[in-house]
């Protein structure tokens, strides 16, 4: 599944003031669990792992955990953000190769409420990218799943920023704008 060709929309005039700042920690720890769990597991099972940092490359973070009853470890790159004003919504953008190093994924958890049929926009330096569809919502948030083709993840690793926007009503997109800083470097890291 890869972004389609479709327009985004800009967001609506008076969203949410949104910044990349670190949440408390709980949060994070919340945020950083949640975004384990949807990597080892597919997205597919409640959250039981929170992952070890790594390491910190800019905005991002390399986290590591072994999923039950996987033979080796699974790394991802992940930054999270959340709006200044509304402490519900928050985003965390996920960034792995598969096990069998056969496929480069990015998934994208956002908050509940959103409108699936919109599906999730990508603007990469207010560059529009297209949309990827939502793959399941689960009790901390509704994935987005987008194959990183080789195009694709040249444009991410040029850009320095990413605003993927998620919209509550057909009119009203939010973007969560996302800093690219150090994701070339922590991509190239991952094992």
Not at 9 to 30: D, E, I, K
Request: aromatic share 4%.
């Amino acid at each position: 599944m890869g972004l389609s060709d479709q327009h985004i929309s800009q967001p609506a005039l008076g969203h949410p003031t949104l910044r990349n700042r670190p949440a408390s920690r709980r949060a994070l720890r919340w945020i950083g669990g949640a975004a384990m769990a949807l990597l080892l597991c597919g997205a597919a099972a409640p959250v039981h792992a929170q992952g070890a940092v790594r390491s910190v490359h800019g905005d991002w973070q390399i986290r590591c955990d072994t999923p039950p009853g996987a033979k080796a470890e699974q790394c991802a790159l992940i930054q999270s953000v959340v709006a200044e004003d509304r402490s519900n919504a928050g985003l965390t953008v996920i960034v792995l190769k598969t096990a069998d190093q056969k496929s480069k994924l990015m998934r994208v958890v956002a908050p509940l409420g959103v409108l699936l049929p919109s599906g999730l926009g990508l603007k990469l330096d207010n560059a529009d990218v297209g949309r990827a569809g939502f793959v399941r919502c689960l009790p901390n948030g509704c994935v987005a799943e987008v194959v990183l083709d080789d195009k694709l993840l040249a444009q991410i690793r040029a850009a320095k920023t990413a605003t993927f926007i998620i919209f509550e009503t057909p009119e009203e997109g939010i973007g969560f704008p996302l800093s690219l800083n150090g994701l070339a470097e922590g991509y190239d890291k991952l094992p």
